[in-house]
Structure formats: C-alpha cells, structure tokens
C-alpha cells in the first residue's frame, strides 16, 4: 500500500511537508448489546487536509464520528487532539476542543432567524441583554465567508436544503472549529450546490482547518479528499491516497469486486399492471399518461419540481388529483385513496424514508409489519407469532444487518432502513411497486443489494416504477426511461437509446415543444446527475 505522505502535493502554492496533526485516534473500541460496532479503529486528521472516512452503512462511521462529537464514549482506546490525549464526554467538550460535526440531519430550530441559529446558546450579551445588533453583525460576516447571501434575520424554515447546509457549517465556524465533521454533506444537493460546498470546504482547508469527510460518492474522493480510510464491520482495513482508483476504494469497502453497478435483468414482460391516463393537478403536473407492464422497470427522470414525486404519490393515492385515472390490473382505483391502492397491490417507498416510510422507535418487526398488520388482525387480536415468523423470514432474505429484530429501527445504518421498508412491501405481496430515490445516502454495497431485489421483483412477474435523481442509476437500471419537464411527460426512451445527453436534452425541454432523443445536447444539470 502507498504512503500517503509521498504524495506530491495538489494544491499549488501548498507546502510539500506534511501539516501537523490535529487529531489521532488510536485502538478505539465500541460495543452495545449484542454488536461490536467498532474494533480496534485507527484513524488521524492533519491541519489543512481532507481525509475522507469511507466504509458501507453499518461499517462504523457514524459510531467513530459521534465519539468526536461527545454523543458515545469509547469502550477502549484513545482520543488525542494535538498530541494530548481528550476525553469528550459531551457537546461541550468537542467544542472546547475545537470539533465541530456537522450531521445529515442537521441542528437546526426552524422558527428561529439565521443568526440566532448560528449563536443558538451563545449568543452575545450586552448590559445583560442579548446584543441583537452585534450578533446579526457577526452572522453576516460568518454568512459572507461561506458564500451565503441570506439576511441573518431571515428565518430558518424559508430556507432550502442547500443553504441549511450553509448555516450548518457558518455555525462551525463560529465555534472557531478546528476540525470539521461532515457526514454525507452533498446527498441532496444538486451537482451545482455541491460545486459550491467543495469551493467553501477548500478554502477551509487553506485556512488550515481539517475536515472529515464522509460520502458515498465515490467521484468526490479524488476532486476533494487527500486521504481516504476505509472502514469495513467496524475495523479500518486500510488509509490510502485520495488519488486511488474507484474499483479498488470498492473492493476495500466491500471486501470484494463488484464487477457490474448496476445488474439490471430484464424478463420477458407481460400486461400491463400499472396504467396511468391523463392525470393532471393544476398547477403541478398535468396530462400525464404512461403504463407500467408485468416484469418491468420504467425509470422517471427530470430536473428539480419537474413533479416526478407529486405525479407518483397521486398513483399512490397520497396526494389528490384534478383529472385522469388510474388502473391496477385494469381496475380503476378511486382518487386520494391509499388504502384502495394498497389494496389493489400498489406499494411506495417514499424518498425520505425517516420521515414517511418507518416509525423510527419502532422494532425492526414492527416496521416489517405495518402493511400487514390489518390482515394479521382477527376479531381484534393481531397473530403476533405469525408477524414474527414472516418478518424473521423477511429480515433473513433481504440480509438486514441487525442485532435482532427487537432492535428500533432507528439505530439500523440507511441501507438496512432502506430494506426494512421494502421488505414491508414484499410482505404484502403488491404488484406494483414505486420507489422514489430508492438509493439515497446508501453505499454502493447496499445499492447493489437494492438493486438485486429489483430484479428478483420483475423476475417474479411485478412492476417497478422507479424515481431516480441519480441519471446512471436511472440509465442502469430502467426498461423505459420516462422524462418529465415542467409537469409534463416530455419523452420516453427506450433502455437502448437512453444516455445522459438524451435525458438531459428531454429534460430541459420546454412542455409545449418536446425534444426528441435526438435534439443537440443542453448541459444543464439533472438533479443529482454525478455519476456514482
């Protein structure tokens, strides 16, 4: 294995000595009921570099990263932080520290304005009183530095994800941080947001600030990172240079090859089991009309509020619709009626499966039977040994990575959430399922996984219509590539004809012109569109 040292530098005007180390952790040990979640970890952080912590869901990153902030403290080993060994036994010791983390879900009040955010617990005071005017001033020159023209008295929940992200770490810096944590910061940024991340966290590594980076982007190692540790079941397996080539950072990761990303079978496909006729909500979306057939993925692809989420939660029934029908099987289900739609065999998996597609301190059991729980239910008595049987039996087949199935789904790493909502699905043996940003913030071990249950789905002769902001997902995995502009289905695309350019083309079109597959290329972003 190289040494990371021997790099020669690639920033120019860098010095080619290695910085100084700002953080060192050395044989750290974690353990809870049942799960060893980290052993014998070793990991250390340089002033002015970005070193990328990589491993699939479940490996340990989050563990690692919670004992930097002072949510866990280590069972074994040590923490050192400019040489001197720390013991962060809470918030308030990481940020005395100078550590500051920046979480997926971030930590933030939503009524409360930018600065107040920013300061929230710290904020200046002045003969007692909280000295609005030097905080607001002192938000504004923390907004300035990472690029975000918002006012400081403008209030949270206006805000879009992009510029949360921002607050996020413009709260960072006000703690004077040292060290900067940040988990999956570029999941649900669009390629051009995420452009304007990297500039920020750049000129925080010019200042000397180390940043640790998690993502399971693989592209965005070698456009930011310096070195790269990987960490697999809880040990880091190796430290490499940033510069490693994707295929071996995968075999590091998984522990073995994966030789095809995206493992698309496609079977013979019958009728069509999902068919959707001018369906149209004013204002969103409008004339929308496709079908989905026995045995087949159709792929949606568009920009951001093109309406691809709003046309499919309508199929589902969550959301209303002025005009259009549905039919499952050829029966036509009633308007805004989920659980007809259920009924006739119709399953979502929502794009944010904390919020709407688990019930997070709910066991791994209980979740995988939300969906059969009415007709597991006799005279008001629910068959509980029968739910334990199928839901053992379903955690078993899909390979959830668990403690048991007691355990709250809350704990479980995204990709094992990511089953346990399918798995729900599978359980109530639907026809058609609908998966909206199915792979969202999971690694491409478990994409693999997600992907493989796709195939055995249309193998078994179901349906899948599949939302994907990521375009070589959509591109891999699909029969039909549906592309949606301004509310409109612009283009489909057979799987043979479809590329970036021709989806980006389509994309973009406008609803009353519609580009062809063959239109010249306009390289506008599709949300999401970098590679993976």
Known sequence: MSNPDEQPDKQQGRSPEPPAELLRIEGIRKTFPGVVALDSVDFDLRRGEVHVLLGENGAGKSTLIKMLSGAYRPDAGRILVDGEEARIHGAQDAERLGIATIYQEFNLVPDLTVAENIFLGRQPRRFGMIDRKRMEA?????????????????????????????????KALSLDARVLIMDEPTAVLTSEEVD????????LREDGVGVVFITHHLEEIAALGDRVTVIRDGRSVGQVPASTPEDELVRLMVGRSIEQQYPRERPDTGSALLKVEGLTRDGVFHDVSFEVRAGEVVGIAGLVGAGRTEVVRAVFGADPYDEGTVEVAGARLPRHDVNAAMAAGVGLVPEDRKGQGLLLDASVEENLGLVTLRSATRAGLVDRKAQRAAAAGM?????????????????????????????????????????????????????????????ELTAAGHAVLMISSDLPEVLGMSDRVLVMAQGRIAGELAAEDATQDSVMALAVSTAASPASPETTPVHNEVEGSRGH
């Open 196 to 203: 304007k991340l990297f500039a920020i966290v750049r000129a």
């Open 138 to 170: 002192d938000a504004e020159e923390l907004l300035r530095r990472v690029g975000l023209t918002v006012s400081p008295r403008a209030r949270v929940r206006e805000l879009g994800i992009a510029r949360l992200q921002m607050v996020e770490i413009a």
């Open 395 to 455: 955690a078993e087949q899909l390979g959830v990575r668990m403690a048991g199935l007691g355990q709250h789904v809350r704990t479980l790493s995204g990709g094992n959430q990511q089953k346990v909502v399918i798995g729900k699905w599978l359980l109530a043996d639907i026809r058609v399922l609908i998966l909206d940003e199915p792979t969202r913030g999971i690694d491409v071990g478990a994409k693999v996984e997600i992907y493989q249950l796709v195939n």
